[in-house]
């Protein structure tokens, strides 16, 4: 990219002194996803950021799901998390890794802690513990079982992991500073009991570790260095390394924070999407007006788009909201020379050539992309009666108008020169058919005498155009009054959001497969959709128009 500075990213410095210092020889990478619902465009941000630095440092790169958490978590994500990361073009090879697995070694782990005199069973409720903990400007309060011998610890672990204890009865917490002025070090909970069926392990557990507990044993097992993660965990890294110092990992991860990557007015949150798609008023987790990344996929997005756009974005430590019309910008820079350029008319008016001979059809030759050759050219049906769009025309247009109006010649793309003769109304006004005689001298787009038009119109022949429904897309949330409503929290829906057309288009079209796109001669890109396109009878989502005022901002 022409903007793009060779300076590396804080996370690049912080690996390149590691490994010039010898902290680490090589650079591990993982993605931890927890397998509770689809992915987004944030998680591929992490994605390809991790995935990166494992390919740019000729490293590793695991995959793995952090299902630690039996309430929430379900195999159908498992599934759907895997098939966007590969689509996304991560690659893990055979290294899928579950958190689960290590249920075993996290168990030792704590017993482990225990024998150090480092952790101890506590019996104090929730709400006890909550209150024990102290504030941000008070200190907190010991437990009264904090002093508990090992013994008894130990006993009483091993009792819970048995399932003598109900759910809250009794937790393991760690045993460092209740006085600390970092929260998350005032004894933190590590293991509670919870009788609950995991989706991998069953019922061969009803003790489960807590995540911040858990995601340091599960880096150092896998031997990741660089455990990246966002910023809302940095106040948890002095648990993270007082977890990995304790348990004595040999060459423990280092965990790194960067900012979350937002989409100003953009939902992203799992619990709106999901109220979206119970209400029916998306279509399911990947309606092309969500950012899921199966939502990006069916809209028509490419994983070379989203690298783009994660790349604009940059790592950084600093939380902040990027504009949507920057992932516009990048799909349309990937597609505008790698997809054929067709012609569809979405809002139909009818173009009679009345010096054309009735019943005949010619096929005349078209770029299939004017700026790359390689695409090659097509032949596409030409005749009387045509299909041009409702506002290439006007009666009585204001000056600057270039397109159609009575008495003035303009190109049809890729065929004749024409003018305009007439148009019928009814008597409302609303035109029906526009009137025209064709030049067969200018065929191709041409005149032999040199004489210039001022508009080029799109069309598409009448007898043999397909009949597609195409989807046109706003914004699911109304920007004006922006993404949440102040009173009570819950999304402001633009009921706008969905437009479907029915649009006349060129035989081609009508073979598109789901996931096919184009771009549709001056009305945008367009992807057909996986879900209800049918053989012969696609249907188009519209992933974004052509125009923008969009800038890219000054690297
Ligand atoms: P959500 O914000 O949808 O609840 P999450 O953080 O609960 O997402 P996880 O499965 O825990 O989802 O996330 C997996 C990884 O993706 C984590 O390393 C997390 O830091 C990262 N991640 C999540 N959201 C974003 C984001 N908006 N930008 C960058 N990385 C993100
Ligand atoms: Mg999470």
């Not at 697995?101 to 952790?119: H, P, R, S, T």
């Not at 054929?340 to 009679?352: C, F, N, S």
Request: aromatic share 10%.
């Amino acid at each position: 990219m022409e903007n793009e500075t060779v300076s590396k990213n804080f996370i690049e410095n912080i690996i390149d002194k590691d490994l010039a210092e010898g902290v680490y020889d090589t650079v591990h990478t993982r993605f931890p996803p927890e397998p509770n619902g689809y992915l987004h465009i944030g998680h591929a941000k992490s994605i390809l950021l991790n995935y990166g630095l494992a390919q740019e440092y000729n490293g590793k790169f695991n995959m793995r799901f952090d299902d630690t958490n039996p309430t929430k978590e379900k195999s159908e994500f498992v599934e759907s998390i895997k098939a966007d990361i590969k689509w996304l073009g991560a690659d893990w090879e055979d290294r899928l890794f579950f958190a689960s697995d290590y249920f075993g070694q996290m168990y030792e782990a704590a017993v482990k802690l225990i024998q150090k005199g480092k952790a101890y069973v506590c019996d104090l409720t929730a709400d006890q513990i909550r209150e024990y903990r102290g504030t941000l400007t008070e200190p907190g309060k010991e437990s009264p079982y904090r002093n508990r011998s090992v013994e008894e610890n130990l006993q009483l672990f091993e009792e819970m992991k048995e399932g003598k204890y109900a759910d809250g009865e009794k937790v393991l917490r760690a045993k460092i500073d209740m006085a600390s002025p970092n929260m998350n070090m005032r004894d933190p909970v590590i293991y509670r009991v919870a009788h609950m069926t995991h989706h991998r392990t069953g019922d061969t557990w009803c003790i489960y570790p807590m995540y911040d507990f858990a995601h340091p044993i599960e880096d150092a097992i896998e031997g990741i260095t660089h455990s990246i993660c966002t910023l809302e965990f940095e106040d948890h890294r002095p648990l993270y390394d007082w977890v990995v110092k304790e348990l004595e990992y040999p060459q423990p991860p280092k965990q790194i924070e960067f900012a979350k990557l937002y989409l100003t007015n953009v939902v992203t949150g799992k619990r709106y999407i999901k109220k979206l798609v119970e209400e029916g008023i998306v279509d399911g987790w990947d309606d092309p007006r969500l950012v899921s990344i199966a939502a990006l996929r069916r809209r028509g997005f490419t994983p070379e788009s989203i690298k783009m756009f994660v790349e604009l974005c940059g790592v950084s430590k600093a939380n902040s909201s990027v504009d949507y019309a920057m992932l516009e910008y990048c799909i349309r820079e990937d597609l505008k020379l790698k997809r054929p350029r067709l012609m569809a008319v979405l809002d139909p008016i009818k173009l009679v050539i009345d010096n054309y001979p009735e019943g005949e059809v010619e096929y005349l030759e078209a770029p299939n992309n004017m700026e790359n050759e390689k695409l090659g050219t097509r032949k596409i049906p030409f005749g009387r009666e045509l299909y041009i769009e409702r506002e290439d025309f006007m009666v009585d247009p204001p000056k600057k108008y270039k397109r159609m109006f009575p008495g003035t010649e303009v190109r049809l793309m890729n065929a004749y020169f024409v003018t305009c003769t007439g148009y019928e109304a009814d008597e409302d006004g609303t035109v029906r058919v526009v009137h025209c005689t064709y030049d067969p001298a200018t065929k191709g787009g041409n005149a032999p005498d040199g004489r210039k038009v001022k508009g080029t119109i799109h069309w598409v022949e009448a007898s043999q155009a397909g009949k597609a429904e195409v989807r046109l897309y706003e914004n699911i949330v109304d920007e004006e009054k922006g993404v949440y409503n102040k009173e009570d929290g819950s999304l402001n829906v633009n009921p706008n959001s969905l437009t479907k057309v029915t649009a006349y288009v060129e035989p081609a079209l009508m073979e598109a497969k789901g996931y096919d796109s184009f771009q549709f001669v001056r009305t945008g890109f367009f992807c057909a959709d996986i879900h209800d396109s049918k053989e012969g009878a696609p249907v188009f989502n519209r992933i974004v128009s052509l125009k923008s005022s969009f800038k890219l901002p000054k690297a």
